[in-house]
Nanobody, 115 residues
Framework: QVQLVESGGGLVQPGGSLRLSCAVS????????MSWYRQAPGKQRELVAA???????NYSDSVKGRFTISRDNAKKTVNLQMNSLKPEDTAVYYC?????????WGQGTQVTVSS
């Protein structure tokens, strides 16, 4: 059974930091392309950051320079370090695993940036 379990969300003040983690089980993690998406109320789900199986990364323009995605193949986890958070970063953040036609999602974790 494939499981992606996100953790680390919460309430943080503008300018603060959070670290999201996604624990993956039930798949050969090291071959999967891993991503973080987010969805704010009333908006479409959007790609935030991605990391390929060989460690190449890319980021949306809105988070570039503030967020860092990383993966630990031994622990089967993917992390998203979020710094200098802004109110517009408020959303539910989802972990995504994809290889060829196989794609899996986590249940999401809420991130709220507010004073």
């Amino acid at each position: 059974q494939v499981q992606l379990v996100e953790s680390g969300g919460g309430l943080v003040q503008p300018g603060g930091s959070l670290r999201l983690s996604c624990a993956v089980s039930g798949v050969l993690f090291r071959v999967y392309h891993m991503s973080w998406y987010r969805q704010a109320p009333g908006k479409q789900r959007e790609l935030v950051a991605a990391i390929t199986s060989d460690g190449s990364t890319n980021y949306s323009d809105s988070v570039k320079g503030r967020f860092t995605i990383s993966r630990d193949n031994a622990k089967k986890t993917v992390n998203l370090q979020m710094n200098s958070l802004k109110p517009e970063d408020t959303a539910v953040y989802y972990c995504n695993a994809k290889v060829y036609t196989q794609e899996h999602w986590g249940q999401g974790t809420q991130v709220t940036v507010s004073s």
